[in-house]
């Protein structure tokens, strides 16, 4: 899974650079995402952020996501942040600790994640 991103000055933290904040909601916000490719509802334990090199605002990223590997209900997710020069600014790895829809129910759910829990689970 992977999306392009261009913070820009509503994500600024330092003159002319990205808030470590922003990359970090970036990479969770894509770790929510491949978790439709893994077809389990999860939710984030633990987010690390490796800040490699100060990331340029209005410089195009490509995130790339992935599950790393499953354990029971602990999934293991790792992300890099590369920019078009090929330069990897920031990596990020994350724990996502599989809910079930009880988790949401007092939030009010989303109807889209009520329809995946409607799936039989072969389809999950
Ligand atoms: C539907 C689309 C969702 C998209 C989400 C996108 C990402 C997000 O923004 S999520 C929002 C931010 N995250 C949250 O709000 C989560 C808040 N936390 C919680 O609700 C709870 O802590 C929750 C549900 C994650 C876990 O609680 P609970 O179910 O009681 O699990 P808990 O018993 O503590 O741990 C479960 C297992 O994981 C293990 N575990 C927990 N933390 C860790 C850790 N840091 N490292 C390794 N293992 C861990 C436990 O040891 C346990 O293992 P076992 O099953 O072998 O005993």
């Given at each position: 899974m992977a999306t392009d991103v261009a913070f820009d000055a509503r994500h600024r933290?330092?003159?002319?650079l990205a808030h470590g904040g922003a990359i970090s909601a970036a990479c969770d916000d894509l770790f929510g995402f491949v978790l439709y490719l893994v077809q389990e509802i999860a939710v984030t334990r633990t987010l690390t952020v490796n800040y490699l090199a100060p990331v340029p605002l209005g410089q195009p990223h490509r995130i790339t996501a992935r599950l790393q590997r499953r354990q029971g209900r602990r999934l293991h997710l790792e992300a890099t942040g590369t920019g078009h020069d090929d330069v990897t600014r920031f990596t990020a790895e994350a724990l996502f600790l599989v809910v079930d829809r009880e988790h949401f129910t007092p939030h009010g759910a989303d109807a889209d994640v009520l329809a995946m829990f409607n799936r039989p689970p072969e389809h999950r």
């Open positions: 933290g330092a003159p002319g």
